[in-house]
Nanobody, 120 residues
Framework: QVQLVESGGGLVQPGGSLRLSCAASGSIFSIYAMAWYRQAPGKVRELVAG???????NYADSVKGRFTISRVNAKNTVYLQMDSLKPEDTAAYYCNAEVRVIGGPVDDYWGQGTQVTVSS
């Protein structure tokens, strides 16, 4: 019913930047909170940044001041601008959204993930 498609991952040198995008499509009535999570090999998935439909944001301490989350509600899209990247930012990044589908309940949806590798 709802698909989240991420793009923008890749290989970048330490200190570099990347911008991730996530577009939601399908039988969408309304999107509430959207967020980015990441999971490194052998580690649990962790919240990187979240944003409410009103634009309120929150960040993991490890990315504060380096990453910026934003969204364009008219496009059902959320972005993650990542600057001053570090090797420890290497992970698969996943988009998450709380979506009310047309004629249905609110549910949690996930993208397929996009790999970010920070290495020289």
């Amino acid at each position: 019913q709802v698909q989240l498609v991420e793009s923008g991952g890749g290989l970048v040198q330490p200190g570099g930047s990347l911008r991730l995008s996530c577009a939601a499509s399908g039988s969408i009535f309304s999107i509430y909170a959207m967020a980015w999570y990441r999971q490194a090999p052998g580690k649990v998935r962790e919240l990187v940044a979240g944003i409410t439909s009103g634009g309120r944001t929150n960040y993991a301490d490890s990315v504060k001041g380096r990453f910026t989350i934003s969204r364009v509600n008219a496009k059902n899209t959320v972005y993650l601008q990542m600057d001053s990247l570090k090797p420890e930012d290497t992970a698969a990044y996943y988009c998450n959204a709380e979506v009310r589908v047309i004629g249905g309940p609110v549910d949690d949806y996930w993208g397929q993930g996009t790999q970010v590798t920070v290495s020289s």
